[in-house]
């Protein structure tokens, strides 16, 4: 099967006039704004951990119109570190010296937005309107993105890959593969996580490859004659893309270094799904439906592709969207196979529909976000309610002595709002290493004495979070002293 | 012949079946052995305590025994049957006694799961690469507790549901009133074999009106077996649970675990499954295999999708359920991929005789296989005694044997159950039964250990005449250097604090 036939094309679900389309094109916007808006409510993006290095290393580079090598804003600058995420620290330093605070609520709403948009058109898009939709809506929900995050922008990537993927399988159609290295050069800036795409695509090659070789099991475009040579200069042009940044290989050493690093063990977005939460069971919901339909339309590439994917998501509930967007892939890839083969070959009208409706939306929430969110201090305030802003202007004005001990929880946000003090610690795991990590965590939940963590045993001055185990612990040390204590923070220094 | 005939035909070996079979159980008992989860269970102290209880008074507990600070507060010993065997164990071997009987418990449900599977798919290679799977997903993620009696008698009902569902033989389901009269005076988990016979039943009526109505969206609606007998026993089965000393008083006690909510957030086994063990990832495999397998079939049957559903949710919450969901999926995936529907088993029928008699020759080199392991593993008392030593305070209580203090006694949580039996004359603060004292009770002493600043306001802790505490515990760092405590014994494993000041605050302890 390698085209669309007037008879499949006759399957499909067609809206009935444009009354209908109108209604589809309505709805899809009223969810893509829903998608947009939900997660912002209460500006969560602003009450996050890890945005504000990454702002910070963004407003980095502009200044030295470079990217660091190391372990810049922390106590251990001599540390080597790749910072894998620098055209994203880029895009919000750019949007943060435009937009001020206001960028992160916008820039959150726009990944959510552009996901949301990105995995409708994975499943069927307008082809299949409401199957894409639902699909669409449940892994919208299953998505945890709370905070404008390389992971989201990730994510949309996978769902477009993905998509290029299977209509490439379906289609035959080489030309749809070379997009798939320009994608890899915007990934590999992004986001560590690339390593995911080029294995999926390393995936996608050898089953094409073996179908080519033996010409059995599912006969459609990918596995025509002449498919081989497509797949690997696919595959070579983006692990080659992958370096067309300015860490060229290293960008391939940061990801792999991740890959071995025993942040997996104790850091809690890298722990297991908890399944306390329905989105948990939702993303449980899809995966079992992926596999249920697998059951009864085998395919051989989506049943491998889930099983690769499973593990990953299951362990690493940062990566949860992994298996979620292959999951809908599959679903939407099995439907298309229960009924006609080629049904999402979508005619470029139909999915110009749904990128207007998503690009409307996006203006719309972008242009009343940046008016509503123009007051500055206000969006400090709500920083101040998670993160120690008074501390922190009191370590400054009454400029106490560094080096600081600070929780891991704020080393982040501190290396934004108090650039003079190099941190002790934060959310940069890759910087610090597993042993300092790991000794900062066993103070932190008393497992040691404070005095066994070196970046302790040296402070001189002391950021604590207010009702801690690790305050009590500071309060019990006769050789400090309180300075400052309000509900968020309580800040200490060394007497002797 | 070409290869694989004549792999096949090798595969049809009887010897060859027979040798495979002893190897899996062979495993299964090497690995317990060596793990020896049978003496490091924190539970398994204050189950052996509840036991000698119930054979010294011939009654059971209705309220906190053994325990100062929840004695008036109502409790069911719901696992009171094993809890019996398992003190007679203790009474007749000593050490050993405790240790194989979860060595022997252990090898009873791999043996259970093994038939289950195999008569539920009628093909032995099938069954045994399923029972591998699901023995390695399950068995050693948790120690040799009642719940192995919910295993087992799990393996039983679901395979007697598939198979009355393949035959229309509703006869196969009167076994069950027994069987749960059974499950309910061992393991409180009997309601999940309820909940499962419910569902059973409710599809099956649901199957009888659509079919009534010719209903047919896709599904498989003509019912297997006749509603009212089905009903019937259901009813049975229902009444047969509340046959025991603590007759219907077991359902308030599902009620109140399934309104629990601190005990599924600090309980490690009620916690989710963490993938950090290869065993984790078996389990999930297991799971997306039965739903590719349900999705195999021909027609939809809403029976096992259902029970698939309800059994994917339990595992994937707990991993103290990884038993169901493990056993549920395999036993799916066998009765999807049977070899004949109509014929459960693959094999040229064999003489009793002699199937006895190779029972017998396999049950033999099995002890022996054993006996022989137990040895070269150090499965001996004086190992057992180290490898206690090595995890409870031991020592710490011989100190206090030899210097007692007054109590009463602030304990780590892990070590409630042991200082039940090994430290008799103080009455403990808390234990693993954590239905005994109450939500409330049990996320402040978890905060508490865990060296929440609310400590210092911790009244067991206020009242305590001394504190044993797990070396590694939060707490035990925060005592150290808290002007109100002092160390009166440290070790590797445990130290010992007694206030400065005699403790103000009192707690009512229990009559002796």
Excluded at chain 1, 10 to 27: K, L, N, S
Aim: aromatic share 14%; net charge positive.
């Amino acid at each position: 099967m390698s085209r669309v036939t007037k008879s499949a094309r006759g399957q499909q679900e067609q809206p009935h006039g444009a009354a209908a389309r109108t209604a589809h094109i309505a709805m899809l916007a009223a969810f893509f704004l829903v998608a947009g808006v939900l997660g912002e409510l209460h500006l969560q993006s602003l009450t996050q951990t890890d945005v504000w290095w990454h702002l910070r290393t963004g407003l980095w580079v502009l200044q030295n119109h470079s990217v660091p090598h190391a372990g810049v804003f922390s106590q251990y600058p001599s540390l080597p570190w790749v910072d894998s995420n620098w055209g994203f620290d880029l895009m919000l330093a750019d949007g943060f010296r435009w937009l001020g605070l206001a960028f992160f609520p916008l820039l959150a709403i726009a990944i959510r937005v552009l996901l949301a948009g990105a995995v409708f058109v994975l499943a069927s898009g307008m082809r299949r309107f409401w199957t894409a939709l639902l699909l669409a809506i449940c892994a919208q929900l299953t998505f945890a993105f709370q905070q404008p995050q390389p992971a989201g922008c990730a994510a949309c990537l996978f769902a477009i890959l993905l998509a290029v993927l299977f209509q490439y399988r379906r289609s035959g159609n080489a030309r749809l593969l070379l997009a798939v290295p320009l994608l890899f050069v915007l990934w590999a800036s992004l986001d560590v996580t690339f390593v995911y795409g080029i294995c999926v695509l390393l995936l996608f090659a050898a089953v094409g490859l073996v179908q080519e070789r033996f010409r059995g099991g599912e006969q459609d475009g990918a596995s025509r004659r002449g498919a081989s040579t497509s797949w690997l200069a696919a595959c070579c042009g983006s692990i080659v893309a992958c370096m067309a940044s300015p860490y060229h290989y290293h960008a391939w050493g940061a990801a792999l270094h991740s890959m071995a690093s025993g942040a997996y063990g104790y850091v809690g977005e890298l722990h297991a799904i908890r399944f306390r939460q329905v989105q948990d069971y939702l993303l449980l919901l899809l995966v079992m439906c992926a596999f249920y339909l697998l059951g009864r339309r085998r395919s051989f590439i989506s049943v491998a592709l889930l099983a690769a994917a499973l593990p990953v998501s299951l362990a690493i509930q940062r990566d949860r969207w992994v298996v979620v967007i292959v999951s809908v892939a599959v679903i939407a890839d099995a439907l298309a196979n229960g009924r006609a083969k080629g049904n999402l070959n979508a005619p470029p009208g139909r999915m110009r529909e749904a990128l207007w409706a998503a690009a409307g939306v996006l203006a719309v929430l972008v242009g009343s976000g940046a008016y509503l969110l123009r007051d500055q201090d206000a969006l400090l305030s709500r920083v101040a309610g998670q993160f120690p802003v008074r501390a922190a202007d009191c370590l400054r004005s009454n400029h106490l002595p560094a080096p600081l001990f600070n929780e891991y929880q704020w080393g982040s946000f501190l290396t934004w709002y108090l650039p003079e003090f190099p941190v002790s610690i934060d959310s940069r795991v890759d910087l610090y290493g597993d042993e300092t990590n790991l000794t900062y965590l066993a103070v932190m939940n008393g497992y040691i004495s404070p005095d066994s963590d070196p970046s302790f045993a040296r402070a001189r001055t002391f950021l604590v979070r207010h009702g801690s185990s690790l305050e009590q612990a500071v309060l019990n040390q006769p050789w400090l002293r309180v300075v400052y204590r309000d509900e968020i923070a309580t800040v200490a220094v060394r007497t002797e | 012949m070409s290869v694989i005939e004549d792999l096949r035909g090798l595969l049809r070996l009887r010897l060859l079946r027979l040798l495979a079979y002893t190897v899996l159980m062979a495993v299964t008992g090497a690995a317990c052995l060596s793990f020896r989860f049978s003496v490091l269970d924190p539970d398994i102290w204050w189950h052996l305590k509840v036991g000698e209880w119930i054979r010294q008074h011939w009654a059971v507990p209705h309220n906190g025994i053994l325990c100062y600070t929840a004695a008036n507060r109502p409790w069911v010993a719901y696992s009171w049957g094993y809890e019996v065997l398992l003190s007679n164990s203790y009474s007749w071997f000593g050490l050993m006694g405790i240790a194989w009987f979860g060595v022997v418990l252990t090898m009873a449900v791999a043996v259970t799961t093994f038939w289950a599977l195999h008569r539920t798919s009628g093909s032995f290679w099938k069954a045994w690469l399923l029972a591998a799977a699901s023995l390695a997903a399950f068995l050693f993620s948790v120690m040799p507790r009642p719940m192995f009696f919910s295993m087992m008698l799990y393996g039983v009902l679901l395979t007697l549901l598939l198979e009355a569902q393949r035959t229309n033989r509703v006869r196969l389901l009167y076994w069950l009133p027994p069987v749960f009269v059974l499950w309910a005076n061992f393991h409180i988990q009997f309601v999940y074999g309820l909940l499962v016979l419910g569902l059973y039943a409710g599809v099956h009526i649901l199957k009888q009106i659509a079919s009534a109505r010719r209903i047919n969206f896709g599904v498989e609606l003509t019912p297997a077996l006749p509603a009212r007998p089905l009903l019937a026993v259901l009813a049975a089965c229902f009444l047969g649970s509340c046959i025991g000393p603590y007759s219907y008083h077991l359902y308030q006690v599902v009620l109140e675990y399934s309104n629990a909510k601190i005990t599924y957030a600090i309980i490690m086994e009620l916690q989710a499954l963490s993938f950090q063990t290869w065993q984790h990832y078996v389990e999930a495999l297991l799971a997306v295999g039965a739903f590719f397998a349900v999705g195999w079939k021909r027609k939809i049957d809403p029976f096992t999708l259902a029970l698939l559903c309800f059994a994917t949710v339990s595992g994937f919450r707990t991993w103290r359920d990884a038993w169901f969901l493990s056993m549920t999926a395999a036993l799916l995936i066998a009765d999807a991929f049977a070899n004949d529907p109509s014929l459960p088993v693959e094999e040229q029928p064999v003489p009793a005789g002699r199937r006895f008699l190779e029972y017998a020759a396999v049950g033999g080199a099995l002890a022996v296989l054993l006996v022989l392991l137990a040895s070269n593993v150090d499965f001996t008392p004086r190992e057992l005694d180290r490898t206690i030593s090595a995890d409870y305070p031991v020592d710490a209580v011989n100190y206090l044997r030899r210097n007692p203090v007054p109590g009463p006694v602030f304990n780590s949580f892990l070590w409630g159950g042991f200082l039940m039996w090994y430290q008799p004359q103080f009455p403990v603060a808390i234990d693993g039964r954590n239905d005994l004292y109450g939500e409330e009770a049990d996320a402040r002493n978890f905060k508490t250990e865990n060296g929440n600043p609310s400590y210092a306001q911790d009244p067991w802790l206020n009242a305590a005449g001394f504190v044993l505490l797990r070396r590694d515990a939060p707490l035990t760092n925060m005592l150290a250097t808290d002007k109100r405590f002092t160390v009166i014994y440290h070790d590797d494993v445990a130290v010992i604090f007694v206030p400065r000041n005699p403790p103000r605050a009192t707690l009512p302890l229990p009559a002796q």
